[in-house]
């Protein structure tokens, strides 16, 4: 089994990327244009249950995701690459450094769940259970994670847009797969030298500053944070162009530090 994607780009700097529970691979669009494609080689992958793999049955773990995605860069040719993971996908990424950690380049978090989970109060749990099969929750959610500051059209949209994207069956596990799974401990145990930029947007309640710093800051020695202006948890639709500059500029950047280190 071969997870759908597609390609932006044919660049020497391999990229994978993995959207969030309200997404799939095409939910960068906005950003797709604006891509490096000669520096680098982005492939945006869906998971099991999404887009092009929607039909498709698996366990809809994180564990699962991340050796799907490590299929596909073994299929593409990609002996060493970065990843790029938004939300839930950025828990993905976090396991794909634990499976091949000398395969990858850089990890970059956008709006990352962390390798933790997520507490959440008897409330919350319950609007995001309930999201699977209604979505004026998800509109809800949307609405709640982007800071309440969103035009009604978009957040209709948005909540219409993961209704049409994704399995209901396969929702409904990712939300218990990324709130409930927890491997922070073999993350901190790993210290990682892995460069990691964290992301995170100005107007996200949950995932935000304080967040990162006590997750991703706090696992990996070599972590950076950059908080997007007037940004929620969906900067790709938010802020587009200040994404790509933000993750094209860590990622360029990995050449000349690797050079310093040498000098």
């Not at 500059?245 to 530090?257: D, H, N, P, V, Y």
């Amino acid at each position: 089994m071969l997870n759908t994607s597609h390609r932006v780009g044919h660049g020497p700097h391999a990229i994978i990327v993995l959207h969030g529970w309200f997404g799939d691979a095409h939910a960068f669009a906005p950003m797709e244009q604006w891509l490096d494609g000669v520096a680098f080689t982005y492939v945006f992958m869906d998971q099991r249950g999404y887009g092009g793999m929607r039909g498709v049955e698996g366990d809809y773990s994180i564990a699962e995701v991340a050796v799907d995605a490590l299929a596909l860069a073994d299929h593409l040719g990609f002996k060493c690459f970065s990843v790029i993971g938004h939300s839930m996908g950025g828990m993905v990424a976090e396991k794909i450094a634990l499976l091949a950690p000398q395969r990858l380049r850089a990890l970059v978090a956008v709006a990352p769940v962390p390798s933790c989970g997520v507490a959440m109060e008897d409330a919350a749990r319950a609007l995001f259970l309930g999201a699977a099969d209604n979505l004026a929750a998800r509109r809800s959610i949307i609405e709640r994670s982007t800071g309440g500051r969103l035009p009604c059209a978009w957040l209709d949209w948005k909540a219409a847009y993961s209704w049409e994207c994704c399995d209901t069956a396969a929702f409904a596990a990712y939300f218990l797969a990324w709130s409930g799974t927890d491997f922070s401990a073999q993350v901190r145990a790993q210290r990682s030298s892995l460069p990691v930029l964290a992301l995170a947007g100005e107007h996200d309640p949950r995932f935000d500053r304080a967040l990162m710093q006590q997750t991703y800051l706090a696992c990996y020695p070599q972590a950076r944070l950059e908080v997007l202006a007037n940004a929620g948890h969906y900067p790709m639709n938010e802020t587009p162009l200040a994404l790509v500059a933000s993750i094209e500029a860590f990622l360029g950047s990995l050449g000349t530090q690797a050079q310093q280190a040498q000098a």
